[in-house]
């Protein structure tokens, strides 16, 4: 896969070829795109030409990648994201302009992030923000793939060959019951005449929650599982089960004695940490957050 000398590939042509990979065909990238069917097949002709490699096999309805088209999308990922950073570069380098896009586990985006993103908007006014929640595993799948400058997740230690993991903070994992369970001193004892609500599987600190449990010999009889931490909390409040989450999550409820929370003796700490790429050019917006962060 050779780039034709003298040629140079058009970024709206990686682009639509990005739109087709992400969404699995011609007509939906086309959809997403605004653009007539026509034009992504040109589009995907020309980088193709360019390339002097076919990108995709056309198998009926199917668009696959073939194997140049497999080896050509990482560096597309990376030059059009390269591409929409470098449209952000400010003409005043002191007022930074553009979007940050962060990607968070629920817990970290409703009580770590609020105060340090406030602190990052006044230095910032100009900066629009987008965060997203997610689980650890669709945060990283995100940040590889171009589509996230920055993410936070809670866990035990994180560390990939690509990407520059800071932890931020120690976070505390311990038992939620509702207040009357106040003088309750082993939850582990009561387990069993109590529903116990997990969080979902894929939860940065779910196996250790499980792990914990397993030794304990105390299995629950009755379970109840959420994707979501305030719908676990909520749930708690309501006298519905015995929960184990970061005591973030419920530290203002314990402070109006509306919560009890015991921590645990976990094998492992768990962390909250801040994730960001390696390799990938970090934009004025994304340095500006960082120096925040680093404060």
């Known amino acids: 896969m050779i780039l034709k000398r003298g040629l140079a590939m058009e970024m709206r042509h990686v682009k639509t070829f990005c739109a087709v990979v992400k969404y699995g065909g011609f007509s939906k990238a086309a959809r997403e795109l605004d653009y007539a069917q026509s034009t992504v097949t040109t589009h995907i002709k020309a980088l193709e030409n360019d390339l002097q490699s076919p990108l995709f096999d056309r198998l009926g309805k199917k668009v696959l990648l073939t194997k140049s088209g497999h080896h050509f999308h990482p560096y597309a990922l990376e030059l059009l994201a390269i591409y929409e950073k470098a449209q952000e570069i400010p003409k005043d380098s002191n007022h930074p302009e553009g979007t940050l896009t962060i990607t968070a586990n629920e817990s970290l985006a409703v009580y770590r992030l609020p105060n340090i993103l406030q602190k990052y908007k006044q230095i910032n006014p100009k900066v629009n923000i987008v965060l997203e929640t997610g689980t650890n595993e669709q945060a990283i799948k995100k940040l590889r793939d171009g589509e996230t400058d920055i993410i936070f997740l ?33 939850p582990l004892k009561i387990l069993k005449d109590y529903q116990f609500i997990y969080t979902e599987r894929n939860c940065g600190y779910r196996s ?46 314990c402070n109006n004695n509306e919560l009890i929370f015991k921590p645990i003796e976990a094998s492992q700490l768990i962390k909250s940490n801040v994730i960001y790429h390696k390799s990938r050019w970090i934009s004025p917006v994304l340095q500006s957050f960082l120096s925040i962060l680093e404060k």
């Open 154 to 186: 809670i866990g035990q230690s994180m560390e990939y060959d690509e990407l520059i993991t800071t932890p931020l903070f120690d976070e505390t994992l311990g038992w939620v019951l509702p207040a009357d369970l106040a003088s309750c001193e082993n």
């Open 208 to 253: 250790m929650v499980d792990n914990y449990i397993r030794m304990s010999g105390q299995m629950p009889d009755r379970t109840f599982e959420s994707s979501s931490i305030e719908v676990i909390k909520q749930s708690v409040l309501c006298g519905l089960g015995l929960a184990i989450l970061p005591y973030i999550v419920v530290k203002e409820n």
